[in-house]
């Protein structure tokens, strides 16, 4: 190859995340019907996915390691977060993990001082063939988590076969390489339940290759997947290419 066509290679491989060219991603489908139709079958395996809560973070952090469970395969799961990120954001816990259906043994915990550290973590862990999904928890918008590390995490992921999710509990969307993003809130559980299946408005606000959409999600603890929240009349399904506002509040005149 020439060094020109090298050139072009390489600028290529670069500008694919932020033009959009099409890749054959492999998909891991959540088990949700109408967002796995939306999303072509699944989440894309091997890309990079963002996650922003919409109102209280555990919200966005159970819908995320939901999504790395069903991406990780038989592999382990990475995820990184900085020192403060407990005091700030709570504690992981082992008992809530199992409470999920997810076996805390795999499931790896690294803490770091600063984000600058986190994004190092995160590239690097993906070289590591022992993993098979990364949550790399980074809140507020620092200045180097920008388009280029964003860049650089959505190329890593499909050069090594690792799915990578970004965690962004305090942060607002800028751009970025990722192939979704999601916004995420929380769900009362339904009247029946004693303890309650895990529930989220759950709203995919960016699909690099595909529509937009907003469902109503119950993650099945048993079967390890979202399924539609029944009894649920909090979300509607958002039109085609674009998103829904939140319900307006229902209110009562006193008196």
């Not at 984000?115 to 990364?134: T, Y």
């Amino acid at each position: 190859m020439s060094p020109l066509a090298r050139k072009l290679a390489g600028t290529r491989q670069l500008l694919d995340p932020i033009l959009g060219e099409s890749r054959n991603f492999a998909r891991a489908p959540l088990g949700h019907d109408a967002a796995d139709a939306m999303l072509r079958g699944g989440l894309a395996r091997d890309a990079l996915h963002e996650v922003f809560p919409g109102d209280a973070s555990a919200a966005a952090s159970g819908f995320t390691l939901g999504l790395a469970q069903r991406m990780r395969g038989h592999k382990r799961l990475l995820w990184i977060r900085q020192d403060f990120a407990a005091l700030e954001h709570a504690e992981i816990s082992p008992t809530g993990l199992a409470e999920l259906g997810i076996d805390p043994a795999t499931v790896l915990l690294l803490r770091v001082a600063h984000a600058e550290d986190a994004l190092r973590a995160g590239a690097d862990a993906l070289s590591c063939a022992a993993l098979g999904a990364v949550i790399v928890e980074i809140p507020g918008n620092p200045k180097v988590l920008d388009l280029v590390a964003s860049r650089r995490f959505a190329l890593g992921a499909q050069a090594k076969g690792v799915t990578v999710f970004l965690l962004r509990p305090g942060a607002e969307p800028q751009p970025g390489a990722a192939e979704t993003r999601w916004r995420i809130r929380s769900l009362a559980s339904a009247d029946h339940d004693d303890w309650g299946m895990p529930r989220f408005d759950a709203e995919l606000t960016r699909n690099r290759h595909g529509e937009l959409g907003r469902w109503a999600m119950e993650w099945c603890c048993d079967e390890r997947a979202f399924n539609p929240a029944a009894d649920s009349r909090a979300v509607a399904a958002a039109p085609a290419g674009r998103t829904l506002a939140p319900a307006e509040p229902a209110w009562r005149r006193a008196g």
